[in-house]
């Protein structure tokens, strides 16, 4: 795929593939699979990640993300496997979310809400609960779905997606809700599909390690660098034509300097419009250490369709 000619162009070259390239699933799968339970026995990559296995930094990695493994993600799954050696029973997961079930959940029900009610730090709560979806998830998938496009090993699209560059004056934060993370269903995770990782980065609401990376990065770029793409009526609009041309636009002929500068940041928040608002909050505050905030300046980003650009 040749170069894009504009900053705009990179932006909505996901929106002009998508329009381009429909998904065609079979509509009978998540039906049939809904009910269906999963052991942690029948992973499909072999008896080194069977039960007693730990979360590896390259199984991690490999469900899109770049950062270290999440040290409360890791010590939940620690303690799940625990409580199977302690209850003598085995974790069942089952549903398109790779939910517990059987008598594993009960055991294991009682003992997440109490280590949640012992918890008086609401920003602990916060992440214990991130933490407990988010490794019920990856223990839920494993030898199941496809790591790269989250969708079950027989109905795997990667094959399909084409890889493309996007113009390096703009990174993408995909700011995902943990219940919203490794659903089948979810768009998002062609951000990164196409551009790449480190083009576009998701960032786990509630997992600390995810946020300070995009928190960092924020204020390194600096104000007038990040824009959240969330509607809000109480604020002023801008599109992404205002953004980049409100100077004189120069082209990307020298790629190396353009590069060299800091880029703009756009934050897609990816969740339930009820969990979203709870994630735009959090967003408008930059942590600087402990639970002191600082505010940041929020814009409101409109994209353009191709159509409309002038």
Same mark, same amino acid.
């Given at each position: 795929?040749?170069?894009?000619?504009?900053?705009? $162009?990179?932006?909505?070259?996901?929106?002009?593939?998508?329009?381009?390239?429909?998904?065609?699933?079979?509509?009978?799968?998540?039906?049939?699979?809904?009910?269906?339970?999963?052991?942690?026995?029948?992973?499909?990559?072999?008896?080194?990640?069977?039960?007693?296995?730990?979360?590896?930094?390259?199984?991690?990695?490999?469900?899109?993300?770049?950062?270290?493994?999440?040290?409360?993600?890791?010590?939940?799954?620690?303690?799940?496997?625990?409580?199977?050696?302690?209850?003598?029973?085995?974790?069942?997961?089952?549903?398109?979310?790779?939910?517990?079930?059987?008598?594993?959940?009960?055991?294991?029900?009682?003992?997440?809400?109490?280590?949640? *009610?012992?918890?008086?730090?609401?920003?602990?709560?916060?992440?214990?609960?991130?933490?407990?979806?988010?490794? $019920?998830?990856?223990?839920?998938?494993?030898?199941?779905?496809?790591?790269?496009?989250?969708?079950?090993?027989?109905?795997?699209?990667?094959?399909?997606?084409?890889? $493309?560059?996007?113009?390096?004056?703009?990174?993408?934060?995909?700011?995902?809700?943990?219940?919203?993370f490794l659903r089948q269903n979810n768009t998002g995770k062609l951000l990164w599909q196409i551009f790449g990782i480190q083009a576009a980065t998701l960032c786990l609401f509630g997992i600390p390690e995810h946020e300070e990376i995009m928190w960092d990065a924020f204020r390194h770029s600096g104000k007038g660098m990040v824009w959240f793409l969330y509607p809000n009526k109480s604020l002023s609009p801008k599109s992404v034509h205002d953004i980049f041309l409100e100077e004189p636009f120069t082209g990307?002929?020298?790629?190396?300097?353009?590069?060299?500068?800091?880029?703009?940041?756009?934050?897609?928040? *990816?969740?339930?419009?009820?969990?979203?608002?709870?994630?735009?909050?959090?967003?408008?505050?930059?942590?600087?250490?402990?639970?002191?905030?600082?505010?940041?300046?929020?814009?409101?980003?409109?994209?353009?369709?191709?159509?409309?650009?002038?």
């Amino acid at each position: 795929m040749p170069i894009l000619d504009s900053p705009v $162009c990179a932006v909505l070259a996901t929106r002009c593939f998508l329009a381009s390239s429909p998904l065609t699933v079979p509509k009978t799968w998540p039906a049939l699979r809904a009910g269906s339970p999963r052991g942690s026995s029948s992973m499909a990559e072999g008896a080194e990640r069977e039960k007693g296995e730990g979360l590896s930094l390259k199984e991690w990695q490999g469900w899109g993300t770049s950062s270290p493994v999440p040290a409360m993600v890791a010590e939940v799954v620690e303690d799940l496997r625990a409580l199977e050696r302690e209850t003598g029973t085995h974790m069942s997961f089952g549903g398109l979310g790779g939910k517990l079930q059987g008598s594993f959940k009960v055991h294991e029900d009682i003992k997440h809400r109490a280590v949640y *009610d012992s918890l008086t730090d609401p920003e602990k709560k916060l992440q214990f609960f991130a933490a407990r979806q988010i490794a $019920c998830r990856v223990l839920g998938n494993r030898g199941y779905l496809c790591q790269k496009c989250w969708l079950p090993m027989e109905d795997c699209m990667c094959s399909r997606l084409v890889p $493309c560059p996007l113009w390096c004056g703009i990174k993408f934060w995909l700011y995902m809700h943990p219940k919203d993370f490794l659903r089948q269903n979810n768009t998002g995770k062609l951000l990164w599909q196409i551009f790449g990782i480190q083009a576009a980065t998701l960032c786990l609401f509630g997992i600390p390690e995810h946020e300070e990376i995009m928190w960092d990065a924020f204020r390194h770029s600096g104000k007038g660098m990040v824009w959240f793409l969330y509607p809000n009526k109480s604020l002023s609009p801008k599109s992404v034509h205002d953004i980049f041309l409100e100077e004189p636009f120069t082209g990307l002929e020298d790629q190396t300097a353009i590069s060299e500068e800091k880029p703009s940041n756009f934050v897609l928040i *990816d969740g339930t419009w009820s969990n979203s608002a709870a994630m735009y909050r959090r967003l408008k505050w930059c942590r600087t250490g402990g639970h002191h905030y600082v505010k940041m300046k929020i814009y409101l980003v409109f994209l353009y369709q191709p159509w409309e650009l002038p």
